[in-house]
């Protein structure tokens, strides 16, 4: 009801609930958007925690909850095939984020050449921060950009700036 020279307006008491219920269900649809996008963030970051095995003889990657059941299950596969693991690279410096364990159908010979060569998927490019290499094999990695850094024999808990998140390839010798 609208009265002549005040101004103002007043609302029957169904349209005010209606204007009630129209803000309550914006509000809700911001809500239910901000939490849909707050648990794929989640599902992102706990994707990129992944601790992932690859078995560079059958070329199958599986993943894990964390490093030691990564280890763990690198360790069967090579126990179970007669391969060994041949390195552990880390998305952070000091061994830390996410890992992926390397297995090699055979300890690596020293023989002066590069034996397992390992082309990184995206998920893996320009992600290296510290190497672990292990039985016999040494580490090698390749900037996209040519040259290569290396070779890591053992541990190498920061790499220097020149190949720190540059890794395209990853060599082991």
């Not at 963030?41 to 992944?50: F, H, I, K, L, V």
């Not at 060994?84 to 023989?111: M, Q, R, W």
């Not at 002066?112 to 290296?128: G, Q, Y």
Request: negative net charge.
């Amino acid at each position: 009801m609208v009265r002549a020279g005040s101004g103002t307006r007043t609302r029957s008491p169904a349209r005010r609930h209606l204007a009630v219920f129209a803000g309550l269900s914006v509000a809700a649809v911001f809500t239910t958007a901000s939490a849909q996008a707050a648990q794929a963030t989640q599902a992102t970051d706990e994707d990129a925690r992944q601790h992932c095995v690859l078995d560079t003889a059958s070329q199958q990657r599986t993943c894990y909850e964390n490093l030691s059941a990564a280890t763990g299950a690198g360790q069967r596969i090579a126990d179970t095939s007669g391969s060994v693991i041949g390195a552990t690279v880390f998305e952070d410096a000091e061994y830390g984020g996410a890992s992926l364990t390397i297995t090699v159908p055979e300890p690596c010979p020293k023989n002066d050449e590069v034996d397992f060569w390992l082309d990184l998927d995206d998920s893996w490019k320009n992600r290296i921060s510290s190497v672990q290499a292990w039985s016999t094999c040494w580490v090698w990695l390749y900037p996209d950009s040519g040259g290569r850094a290396g070779p890591y024999k053992e541990k190498a808990p920061r790499l220097n700036s020149g190949i720190n998140d540059r890794t395209v390839t990853v060599g082991l010798s």
